[in-house]
């Protein structure tokens, strides 16, 4: 993470499912349906649950085309005197 960069929260994911699922033209139901997760879980995504395991939120991230970035520990050189 660089100067200014603040980390990723549920809150951000669930406003990017949100609005992919709306381009889309898809309900939270029919997104459900496609993922294999509950419609309940979907609206627990979307407001920014922080409770939602991985495997079912990687699902509906996957159905919608988005992706989640993982990066690493920063590295030791980077950091500054």
């Known amino acids: 993470m660089t100067a200014g960069e603040r980390p990723l929260t549920a809150a951000d994911v669930g ?3 949100r609005s992919a699922r709306r381009h889309a033209l898809m ?5 459900a349906d496609m993922s294999q997760v509950s ?3 979907v ?3 979307e407001q920014g649950d922080a409770s939602i395991t991985v495997r079912p ?4 991230l996957k159905t919608l085309g988005l992706r989640l ?3 690493g520990p920063p590295d030791p050189s980077d950091a500054q005197p």
Not at 57 to 60: D, E, K, P
């Open 43 to 45: 609206n627990r995504l």
């Open 27 to 31: 309900t939270q139901q029919r997104l």
């Open 69 to 71: 970035a993982v990066s």
């Open 15 to 17: 406003a990017a499912v």
């Open 39 to 41: 419609r309940q879980l």
């Open 57 to 60: 939120a990687l699902s509906v």
